[in-house]
């Protein structure tokens, strides 16, 4: 054996024996072995694939991947192809990245798979596909009913290794299932049942319990019925009422705890022990135990301070787009996270869950809304702690800015407090205790105001929108990257997904900024779901985010190195 070329285990076990054969003591002789060397080169992402070919808004919302067939599936529900999905081929993505990137589309796409036409019957009708999800062979897909009230299904298909999809079944669900996970075995299937509004709540007065369902999956097969757990314990006369946290929102006057949660997304630990499921509206997170299939606690996110320097905003979309927008703070202003994607990780040991804090409201849905301008004559500051309301009530300070009605008020009927949407960061927390140990302050502002150039700057999707959430995180995403844990975080208004190195929870490092439009036009456009596809089940070799993205209905394959 030439020593010098062994690998460090077999070094050390050659120089114990050649002691021992020399007369040596009997006692194992200690031989050092150098620790690990870790790769701290930053990633780089490189834009490798593309598909754009006769896509429109509606399509690749949200994206999966199939190992087996080198394929990626996306939900179509466009104008004209409804509750659908389609397969787009991975298995001759190179490495090199392309030429003409908000043009190309050098990847080719499978048969649309129309999924309405599986699950209509038996007095359901498919009102549209929120999301699906891949484990092993197996896909589902979540189908909302019409009207979307109405529990939903998730539909099963078993892909063969070529990526062709075999109706198994439907399984019936709660109302308007949205996000899904699959835990990392495979055995169970987590649905996030958001029981929205009535499109016409104004006059028909409909607001089905949010709820949670999991579906068993024995080899590669699901149960023909799922276990759905519901939040009605935690209702004022529920058994569980106590242990719901005081800073958990309940945001429409006259609902249920259970009516007015709204499961958006889920993510489930890397042990497969515990999903974690946004309640985006109510400003939490509800913690679903997958022993026993039990809502095990609802944590609250708390709000951002955006008084302090590091959680400085950009209020008012008032302001001339000739320079980098301005971020200040505001002392007694307010963020309500209200996270949208989430993902959960793992550093030495210890689970942390990540989120997109993009906020959101009812407005759509109630006949009074339940937002307001900062600046509208109904929003009366109080003078101890807005000494200067006359001054911030101004169209380029917070006048602008969209607040929650209904929280802030003191008993004089004045806002001592305001509290507007989303917190335009992400955050990460501690699993186990629920605490947050990072969020991202300011940063995504002000690294999309200092990257855009001016003319995408003064666009109505970005300009407009500072007066309402901002960038709007969307959707997270967390894979491994040169061995360490790295997070995908998407923006929808600045079409671009920010990459950082989260091996730190307590301090993620930024990494890269990635975008593919020019115009906000072209390219691709408001990315909304996002895939990592690790470097051993890759077709390259490389480590790949997918991202699809709602607007441009296109889809991205960044390669990770």
Known sequence: ???????????????????????????????????PVVDTTPAKATLVGRYAQNTTAGMSEIVAYHAASRSMFITVDSATTKSSFQRISLANLGSTALANPVTASNLTAGSVTSVSADVNGAGFTAGGVQTLAISGNLLAIAVQATPKTDNGVVAFYRLDALGNATYLKKVTVGSLPDGMAFTPDGSKLVVANEGELSVSFATDGIDPDGTVSVIAVANGTPADTATTLGFADFNIDGRRFSELPAAVRIGRSGATVAQDMEPEYVSITPDGTKAHVTLQENNAVAVVDLATNRIERIVAMGFKNHGLAANALAPSDKVAATAPFALKSYPNLFGVYMPDGIASFTVNGVSYFITANEGDDRDDFLASAETQRAGHASIVLSPTAFPNAAVLKGETELGRLNIIRTMGLNSQGQYERLYTLGGRSFSIYNAQTGAQVYDSGSDLERRAYATLPISLLGSAQVKDR???????????????????????????????????????????????????????????????????VPADQSPSGQALLLAGHEVSGTVSVWELR
């Open 466 to 532: 500072l007066d309402n959430k901002g960038p709007e995180p969307e959707s997270v995403a967390i894979g491994q990257v040169r061995g360490r844990p790295h997070a995908f975080v998407a923006l929808e208004r600045t079409s671009a997904i920010l990459v950082y190195d989260v091996s730190n929870p307590a301090s993620p490092v930024f990494v890269q900024w990635l975008q593919n439009t020019t115009t906000l036009a072209d390219g691709d456009v408001s990315p909304e779901g996002l895939a990592f």
């Open 1 to 35: 054996m030439n020593l010098l070329s062994a690998p460090r285990t077999l070094l050390a076990t050659a120089v114990l024996a050649a002691l021992t054969a020399c007369g040596g003591s009997d006692d194992p002789v200690p031989v050092p072995v150098p620790a």
